[in-house]
C-alpha cells in the first residue's frame, strides 16, 4: 500500500466507479440478522436470571431502556447505511487500484498493481442471492484494507482479472 502524492482536488477529480447500489440491502440484511441474534440472546439471559434485581419489578423498563437504546442505534445505522455505501468506490488507473470510502471520515487506498500478491472475490450467502460479490486485495503488507464490496459477479471477476495481469506486467518491469 502506498500514498499517493495528490491533491484533495485531484481525487475528487477521479472519475471513480461506485458499486451497486444493491449492496444497501445486504448491509441492511446483514445487519438486521446481527440485531436479531442479539437481540433474542440478550432477552434469554435477562428473561431467565433469577435474582434480587431482576425480580424487584425493574426487569421491564430495564428490557425496555436496552431495547430503545439499540432501536436508536440501528436506526442512526439505517439512515446512514445508504450514504456510506454511495461513498465506496474505485478508480483503476495506469499503475495502482484507488478506493474509496466513508462519510465521515474519508478513506483513500492506493495499491500498485506490482505489489499484489493476490486477489480474492468471494460472495457470502446474502450477496449470493444478490449476484454481488467482494472484491479484497492482498499484498505484502499486513495492514492493507483493501477490499470492494458490492460489486456484480462478472464485474468483480474482472477486475481481477485486470489486475491480476497488470500485477505479472508490473512485477516483470
Not at 423498563?61 to 439505517?78: A, D, E, H, N, S
Request: aromatic fraction near 8%; avoid cysteine; charge should be positive.
Amino acid at each position: 500500500m502506498t500514498q499517493q502524492n495528490s491533491t484533495i482536488e485531484d481525487i475528487e477529480q477521479r472519475p471513480w466507479i461506485r458499486v451497486s447500489p444493491s449492496y444497501v440491502k445486504i448491509v441492511l440484511i446483514n445487519r438486521a440478522i446481527f440485531l436479531l441474534v442479539i437481540m433474542i440472546v440478550a432477552g434469554l439471559v435477562w428473561m431467565f436470571r433469577e435474582d434480587e434485581f431482576f425480580s424487584s419489578g425493574l426487569k421491564l423498563p430495564i428490557i425496555l431502556g436496552v431495547l430503545g437504546v439499540l432501536f436508536l442505534g440501528q436506526l442512526t445505522y439505517l439512515l446512514l447505511a445508504p450514504r456510506y455505501v454511495k461513498s465506496i468506490g474505485y478508480h483503476l488507473d495506469e499503475r495502482h487500484l484507488v478506493i474509496t470510502r466513508g462519510i465521515l471520515m474519508r478513506k483513500v487506498i492506493s495499491v500498485p498493481y506490482g505489489r499484489l500478491q493476490y486477489v480474492d472475490v468471494t460472495s457470502g450467502l446474502v450477496s449470493g442471492i444478490f449476484k454481488l460479490a467482494s472484491l479484497e486485495l492482498h499484498t505484502a503488507s499486513v495492514g492493507t484494507e483493501a477490499k470492494i464490496p458490492g460489486l456484480p459477479q462478472p464485474e468483480a471477476e474482472k477486475i481481477r482479472e485486470i489486475l491480476t495481469q497488470d500485477g505479472v506486467e508490473q512485477m516483470v518491469k
